[in-house]
């Protein structure tokens, strides 16, 4: 198993304003994976990171809103930009093959 | 891409009462997982299950890949067995991750007192 640490677990944002949640694994993996759960909704695939390249996004998720970065095998970051109240949300990061951060609950204003 | 359908979307029990999550899945799977998420929004996992049965305490599941199906039984329903259910998967073609995974819509599961 893998354990994962998320940060922040919530925050209250501005809207317009930027906020990047950090995800850190206790061991090597090689590929990340970053959802989002709107509210009362299911988990969405927003994209894969892989170590040394760039992220692979869903359909409907770009890389201008949500940049990703993964400088190493133990450390992933998403950044929300330019948010609106409709970025409010849970986002979770995860490793192969299922494990979940605990989520950061964001609420934009 | 693959489709995941989880029956039924409510349930309500008395504590004590037995029931049983159906999940639909419409393509090959190399991974089925079931996750309980709990009124903070934590996400466990409960059973990693692309096929065959499993057991752990007072949960159990069943998937059987070749009809495309995965069943969770709960017995002697707790309180604290609320929340929601979750049934995700990730499809085997293409030599897709199996750690890249569909989540079905889940099952709010209410135990009463």
């Known amino acids: 198993s893998a354990v994962i640490s998320q940060k922040p677990s919530r925050d209250i944002c501005q809207r317009g304003t930027s906020l990047t949640i950090q995800c850190q694994v206790d061991?090597?993996?090689?590929?990340m994976f970053w959802y989002r759960q709107q509210p009362g909704q299911s988990l969405t695939l927003i994209a894969t990171a892989n170590q040394g390249s760039e992220a692979t996004y869903e359909s409907g998720f770009v890389i201008d809103k949500f940049p990703i970065s993964r400088p190493n095998l133990t450390f992933s970051t998403l950044t929300v930009s330019n948010m609106s109240p409709e970025d409010s949300s849970i986002y979770l990061c995860?490793?192969?093959?299922?494990?979940f951060g605990q989520g950061t609950r964001l609420t934009v204003v | 891409g693959i489709q995941v359908e989880q029956s039924p979307p409510d349930l309500i029990l008395q504590e004590g009462a037995n029931s049983t999550l159906r999940c639909n899945f419409s393509?090959?799977?190399?991974?089925l997982q079931w996750f309980h998420q709990n009124p903070w929004g934590q996400l466990i996992n409960l059973f990693y299950i692309p096929s065959g049965t499993k057991q752990n305490g007072r949960l159990s599941a069943t998937t059987v890949a070749t009809e495309r199906y995965s069943l969770l039984y709960i017995s002697s329903s707790q309180t604290t067995d609320s929340g929601v259910y979750f049934c995700?998967?990730?499809?085997?073609?293409?030599?897709?991750?199996?750690?890249?995974?569909?989540f079905g819509q889940g099952t709010i599961l209410t135990v009463h007192p």
């Open positions: 995860s490793v192969s093959p299922a494990f």
């Open positions: 061991s090597q993996v090689t590929m």
């Open positions: 995700a998967v990730a499809s085997s073609a293409g030599g897709t991750s199996y750690g890249k995974l569909t």
């Open positions: 393509d090959s799977v190399n991974n």
